[in-house]
């Protein structure tokens, strides 16, 4: 009797955990695990916010993907890479391994984007990259699409500014040389600056410095010693926008020019008053919004945070239902066929401008060029490629 009566107690109290599996089963099956690498930490993390931010909102709006006749709801896996190398392949290995994650998005930082691309490449998992520029990201790596236009256009862009709107013949080049997109963009720009002048000692010199770095004495006497017409200067927002309060302070007037990493409330706050005049390339103006996505995303971002997004919080925004809209034409949650599904991704209109990728991945999309005026950013026009 006493036998019967545990095993009777036993099976009462197994009932519900058997029930509970059953039920953690069926809910697993409907859910589709998306993986964030960004900064969120270190020196890029002002960039990972700002992306972050714009993967969220797009994910509040639209929680859900129905993929064949499954009706799936997204989870969102967001990690930190640290704003360095090792942890952001670390991250997206971690995300891969222990989170299943699906596909992937990020990372602010090219740097940190092509250490990630490479374990996600040996893994065989789809990648969007939002505002990583350099074309190495993308580069020999299937796997790795972008949502955002890459250095050699923008480095086109800026030398085409300074030749034709500040009229310079003469350049010297300021940067990050620890930092792949800085190295990358300000070569760019060197090419074309010298097409453009017909005179290939237009690049007076090539100053560098390493992330981190906060005294730029030596590369300011440097440049003034050399007095031209232009200075280049991509890098992270931090150094940049010491570089230029260091600048001014010593007298120098020389205008500065820069790319999309400026765009970040920090290099306000840094440079302030110092940096009044600094032109810069960037992805998205809230001036332009040009089709419904873009106002819908304006509007949600207005009502959330009340005040004007980022250019990369719409790319972090677009980057995300560009996965969607693949997860829903793959019909299958197959990663090779969302790879497929992505890279076949046309004509798709996002907050910043319409997608279609091209053989290698990365989007033609048109660029904006912002000046600060009055401690903010305003549009001054918009380049087309």
């Given at each position: 009797?006493?036998q019967?009566?545990m095993?009777t107690?036993?099976?009462v109290?197994?009932?519900?955990v058997?029930a509970?599996?059953s039920?953690?089963s069926?809910t697993?099956?409907t859910?589709?695990?998306?993986g964030?690498?960004?900064p969120?930490?270190?020196a890029n993390?002002a960039?990972?916010?700002?992306e972050?931010e714009?993967i969220?909102l797009?994910?509040e709006l ?7 006749a499954t009706t ?5 896996v967001?990690?930190?890479n ?6 952001a392949?670390n991250?997206v290995q971690?995300?891969i391994?222990?989170?299943k994650v ?10 940190l984007a092509m250490?990630?691309?490479e374990v996600?490449?040996?893994?065989g998992?789809p990648?969007?990259?939002l505002?990583c ?5 993308t580069a020999?790596n299937?796997y ?10 923008q480095g086109t862009?800026?030398a ?10 003469t350049a010297v080049?300021v940067?990050e040389v620890s930092?792949?997109y ?6 760019f ?5 010298k ?11 090539t100053?560098d410095?390493?992330t981190g770095?906060?005294?730029?004495s ?5 440049i003034s010693?050399l007095?031209p017409?232009?200075?280049f200067?991509?890098?992270?927002y931090?150094e940049s926008a010491?570089v230029m309060?260091?600048?001014r ?6 205008p500065?020019l ?13 440079g ?6 600094a032109?810069f390339?960037?992805f998205f103006?809230s001036?332009?919004?040009a089709n419904p ?5 304006l ?6 945070y009340?005040?004007?997004?980022a250019?990369?919080t ?5 980057g995300?239902?560009v996965?969607?809209?693949a997860?829903?034409?793959?019909g299958s949650?197959?990663r ?8 076949r991704?046309?004509?798709f209109?996002g907050?910043?401008?319409?997608v279609?990728?091209?053989?290698n991945g ?7 060029i912002?000046?600060?005026q009055?401690g ?5 026009t918009i380049?087309n490629?």
């Amino acid at each position: 009797m006493k036998q019967l009566l545990m095993l009777t107690l036993v099976t009462v109290l197994m009932a519900p955990v058997f029930a509970r599996g059953s039920q953690d089963s069926g809910t697993a099956g409907t859910v589709i695990k998306i993986g964030v690498f960004e900064p969120m930490t270190g020196a890029n993390a002002a960039g990972g916010a700002m992306e972050v931010e714009g993967i969220r909102l797009a994910h509040e709006l639209y929680p859900t993907v129905t993929i064949g006749a499954t009706t799936y709801t997204v989870e969102l896996v967001i990690t930190d890479n640290k704003s360095d190398k090792v942890e952001a392949a670390n991250a997206v290995q971690r995300l891969i391994d222990r989170d299943k994650v699906t596909l992937l998005l990020g990372s602010w930082g090219s740097s940190l984007a092509m250490a990630g691309g490479e374990v996600a490449k040996e893994a065989g998992v789809p990648a969007i990259g939002l505002s990583c520029t350099n074309p190495l990201v993308t580069a020999g790596n299937d796997y790795y699409f972008r949502v955002c236009f890459i250095d050699p256009f923008q480095g086109t862009v800026m030398a085409n500014y300074a030749f034709n709107e500040i009229h310079a013949r003469t350049a010297v080049l300021v940067r990050e040389v620890s930092n792949d997109y800085s190295v990358g963009l300000a070569k760019f720009f060197a090419d074309t600056f010298k097409t453009l002048t017909g005179n290939p000692e237009a690049i007076l010199a090539t100053v560098d410095y390493n992330t981190g770095d906060q005294d730029f004495s030596a590369q300011v006497t440097a440049i003034s010693a050399l007095k031209p017409d232009v200075i280049f200067a991509p890098g992270n927002y931090t150094e940049s926008a010491l570089v230029m309060k260091q600048a001014r302070e010593l007298g120098l007037t020389i205008p500065f020019l820069g790319g999309d990493t400026w765009e970040t409330p920090e290099f306000i706050d840094v440079g302030r008053e110092r940096i009044e005049g600094a032109v810069f390339s960037t992805f998205f103006a809230s001036e332009y919004a040009a089709n419904p996505v873009a106002e819908t995303f304006l509007r949600e971002y207005r009502a959330r945070y009340n005040k004007e997004p980022a250019a990369v919080t719409a790319l972090g925004y677009d980057g995300y239902l560009v996965a969607l809209d693949a997860l829903k034409r793959a019909g299958s949650t197959d990663r090779q066929k969302i790879r497929d599904a992505i890279a076949r991704t046309s004509g798709f209109v996002g907050a910043a401008g319409t997608v279609t990728l091209d053989a290698n991945g990365d989007a033609t999309k048109s660029a904006f060029i912002k000046i600060v005026q009055g401690g903010k950013f305003v549009f001054k026009t918009i380049v087309n490629p």
